[in-house]
């Protein structure tokens, strides 16, 4: 759930929805999820001095019920 929230929110961002991919996965400090973009969305998804990353991660954390959860952004190598 919190992986479809997240990649539905980034898909409105960026300029290539279609390359936009979240991966979750269980750690030891709890759930990771990864997102990974387009090269040239990179910049939006982190934004202006990390604002964007840090809104994203504030929306899943207010959405995850169990505890924390990370936000890594990644970028990927389409061409």
């Known amino acids: 759930m919190l992986a ?4 539905h929110l980034v898909r409105g961002i960026v300029d290539s ?3 936009v991919e979240v991966r979750s996965r269980s750690t ?3 759930q990771l999820l990864e997102v990974r973009v387009n090269p040239e969305d990179l910049g939006r998804v982190i ?3 990390g604002r964007t990353a840090k809104a994203l991660r504030t929306v899943i954390g207010a959405l995850s019920s169990k505890g924390s959860v990370r936000v890594d ?3 990927t190598d389409h061409r």
Do not use: K
């Open 4 to 7: 479809d929230a997240l990649e």
């Open 73 to 75: 952004v990644i970028e």
């Open 47 to 49: 934004g202006r001095n």
């Open 28 to 30: 030891r400090r709890g």
């Open 17 to 19: 929805p279609d390359d």
